[in-house]
């Protein structure tokens, strides 16, 4: 690449190292860790995923009991969380809710330093930051939704796992089986996915040795736009909108006669498919058959089967979690802050890695404005 090369989006720049995780494109394929994501999704919890994201280790059972105790330890919500969420208008976006919480909690976690210089932490200070935001995500993104529907908040339950009490708090029912496990695999899924926009926010912020809430707020900003996370939700008002399978090629035919873009396919990255698609799309079907709910996969496999006939291009993680959140019963807009909750463990393990290695992240850039011109009355100083 020349000097003054212009990478527009950054596509196709390798802004540093990391050994978080590696996604490759031509073996369509996904590690954390050097772990496949599928077989992470398969055989283990979000908890111990988050572990080895953090740790670079799975955990022992002996380590992962230990998290867990812990993360039971920090699920309730403060009171000034729980405040500064029912001061926010109903109607106010739950990624709002989730941002303006984690702010909070950050700065209850942060009060009484006075130098800026030492905001940033040690290294155990931030991982147990980390692990408490991952534990208090659950009660935040539940209590919004509970609250919107009218409903009280329920308390976390202690003899429930991460992704039953995630389900039992925003239900306020024991969920099934079958249930908690597609939720956990989609949390696994979402966990983690190298340099994407809002871990590169997150890191971008910590490389100025501003705090971890700093770094997570801004991620969370950046993953709310319908490019990136907030596709998700998108993908749903897409199936809202187009209404059943028989009704897709009218629907598509105008989408892309008005130059639409059909959300939830298309990846940066990934061009000939997403890794992860597969293993979620299977915990799709777990679930459409749960709920014996056919019309949804009908609508699913329709729309991904002309779309991709017609452009090439297709679906990304986010079209199989949108319909698989929305039969578990979370509103179109909680599917984002679900994907928060997910991130959070790749973020904070993006966060701990660049405080491990920084160099303040400051790219350049070309100038395309006017040249250089001058205030007609201006005098300089003698
Ligand atoms: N629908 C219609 N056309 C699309 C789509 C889509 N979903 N995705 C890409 N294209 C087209 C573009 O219009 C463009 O066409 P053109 O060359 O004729 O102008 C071409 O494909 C290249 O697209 P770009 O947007 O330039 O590709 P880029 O790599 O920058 O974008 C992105 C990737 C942003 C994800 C894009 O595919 C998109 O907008 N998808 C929809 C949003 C989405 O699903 N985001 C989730 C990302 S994954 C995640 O966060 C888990």
Do not use: C
């Not at 979000?46 to 059972?61: M, N, S």
């Not at 912020?205 to 939700?233: R, W």
């Not at 130059?259 to 799709?284: C, E, N, Q, W």
């Not at 709910?293 to 699913?300: F, M, S």
């Amino acid at each position: 690449m020349a000097d003054n090369e212009i990478k527009k989006g950054l596509a196709g720049v390798i802004a540093d190292e990391t050994a978080v995780s590696k996604v490759n494109p031509e073996t369509n394929s996904l590690l954390y860790r050097g772990y496949p994501v599928q077989e992470l999704a398969a055989t283990q919890s979000f908890e111990a995923v988050a572990y080895l994201l953090w740790h670079g280790e799975l955990p022992t059972d002996e380590q992962l009991d230990e998290q867990r105790a812990t993360e039971r330890a920090h699920r309730a919500l403060a009171p000034e969380v729980k405040d500064a969420i029912d001061r926010l208008p109903l109607d106010s976006h739950p990624m709002d809710e989730v941002r303006t919480a984690v702010s909070v909690i950050g700065a209850i976690e942060t009060a009484g330093i006075s130098n800026v210089l030492d905001a940033v932490g040690t290294p155990e200070e931030n991982l147990q930051r980390s692990l408490q935001l991952f534990a208090a995500l659950p009660a935040i993104v539940s209590y919004g939704q509970r609250r919107r529907r009218g409903l009280e908040a329920v308390d976390s339950r202690d003899d429930l796992d991460y992704a039953a009490n995630f389900l039992w708090l925003t239900f306020g029912e024991e969920p099934d089986a079958v249930v908690v496990d597609a939720f956990n695999r989609s949390m696994i899924l979402y966990a983690e996915h190298s340099f994407n926009a809002s871990t590169f926010t997150a890191r971008v912020i910590t490389s100025t040795l501003s705090d971890l809430y700093s770094a997570v707020v801004g991620a969370i900003g950046a993953l709310k736009g319908p490019l990136h996370g907030g596709a998700n939700e998108a993908v749903m008002h897409i199936f809202d909108e187009i209404g059943g399978a028989s009704e897709v090629s009218g629907w598509l035919d105008k989408a892309l006669a008005e130059k639409r873009k059909i959300m939830g396919f298309g990846h940066r990255v990934y061009k000939r498919g997403d890794s992860r698609v597969p293993t979620m799309k299977a915990a799709l079907d777990t679930l459409v058959a749960h709920y014996d709910r056919p019309d949804v996969a009908e609508l699913y496999e329709t729309l991904e089967r002309e779309f991709v006939e017609r452009k090439g291009i297709y679906p990304n993680l986010d079209y199989p979690s949108g319909p698989a959140y929305n039969l578990i019963g979370y509103d179109t807009l909680t599917f984002t802050p679900l994907f928060v909750a997910a991130r959070i463990s790749g973020w904070t393990a993006h966060i701990l890695e660049q405080q491990a290695s920084n160099a303040l992240i400051r790219p350049l850039s070309a100038y395309n404005g006017p040249d250089e011109r001058h205030i007609a009355e201006y005098e300089p100083d003698t």
